[in-house]
């Protein structure tokens, strides 16, 4: 009987173990999934507060660029905003408003949608490495895109050339603008190292003058037909005394003063690419657009380009 006793006695012992383990475990796993909602909760209450902050941010920057006065290369806060910094760079410099870093491009500091100057694009695909002939087949076939004609420029591509090409649907646009970066990937010689080359080099808007003080070194290069070197040079003397003066390119670039035309000026297009990221603990939020201030009886500005 005793003996009975002791096993039943360790049996209940070894239950309550069990019991208790099996408890632990359900607390443990309970703590977690509250743990795991509690910081999924955090997330998505951080997130939503991103996307409140960049569109918060968006709204005022409208406002001061439609407020503010344009110079050379930034726009000047004239309102009492102080969030903002009072001059606000035009040439893609990253600042900071609260949790959201802005940057705000001069579109005629970039290339717009328009086929730019060919001798631009041949400097710029020259000074990054592009061999002679990719950078002929690519200028002479986005020139054939753009124009109206069926007449072939010599490196080019027309219409047979994509009908000819079994995995093309499409033929040349024949207009003098394209719609979106992207499109360039459509014409012949522009995948690869070439489109990589300029992508970033293009703002989705209609600009066609080029800014010498919002360009960076490789429109800068095409733009005077120089060096990236001496473009470099360039933009650290536009940096120490704000703008590129007559003086800066004597020293730098002595005969890109030969090179200027009537696309190349001083002064900004009043058509900002807009960029404004917002991170709160792990979440973030994007929204980029391409805004024009140029106003007009109907409308203080117009968004031409959005993206989220």
């Known amino acids: 009987m005793t003996r009975f006793n002791r096993c039943e006695k360790g049996s209940v012992l070894i239950i309550v173990l069990v019991l208790m383990m099996v408890s632990m475990s359900l607390a443990l796993y309970t703590v977690s999934l509250s743990r795991d909602m509690v910081a999924s909760s955090q997330q998505l209450q951080d997130q939503l ?26 726009i000047e806060n004239m309102s009492a905003n102080r969030e903002f910094p009072a001059q606000l760079n035009l040439r893609n410099t990253p600042f900071m408003v609260g949790n959201s870093q802005v940057r705000l491009q001069d579109s005629s500091g970039r290339l ?9 694009l041949k400097v710029m695909l020259r000074n990054i490495g592009i061999k002679p002939v990719e950078i002929e087949t690519a200028v002479d076939s986005l020139l054939d895109w753009a ?33 979106a970066v992207d499109e360039l990937t459509l014409i012949k010689g522009w995948r690869g190292a070439v ?89 973030g939020d994007l929204q980029r657009a391409v805004i024009s201030f140029k106003q007009n009886i109907n409308h203080p500005y117009t968004i031409e380009t959005f993206e989220e």
Not at 112 to 120: E, K, R, V
Not at 165 to 177: A, G
């Open 147 to 179: 124009d109206e004609d069926d007449l072939k420029h010599l490196n080019g591509a027309e219409s047979y050339y994509y009908r000819a090409e079994q995995t093309k649907k499409y033929l040349p646009r024949n207009d003098r603008f394209i719609q």
């Open 112 to 120: 717009g949608l328009a086929p730019p100057n060919s001798s631009y």
């Open 195 to 283: 489109f990589e080359a300029i992508r970033n080099e293009i703002i989705p808007t209609s600009t066609v003058t080029l800014n010498m003080n919002t360009a960076d070194a490789a429109l800068l290069s095409g733009m005077l037909d120089i060096s990236r070197v001496s473009a470099g040079q360039l933009v650290q003397l536009r940096e120490k005394n704000g703008v590129i003066r007559r003086a800066d390119l004597m020293v730098a670039a002595p005969n890109a003063l030969t090179k200027m035309d009537e696309y190349i000026t001083n002064f900004p297009s009043m058509t900002v690419a807009v960029d404004i990221r917002t991170t709160i603990g792990l979440s």
């Open 49 to 74: 507060q991103a996307k409140l902050d960049t569109a918060s941010v968006l709204e005022k920057m409208v406002y001061i660029g439609t407020t503010g006065r344009f110079t050379s290369w930034n």
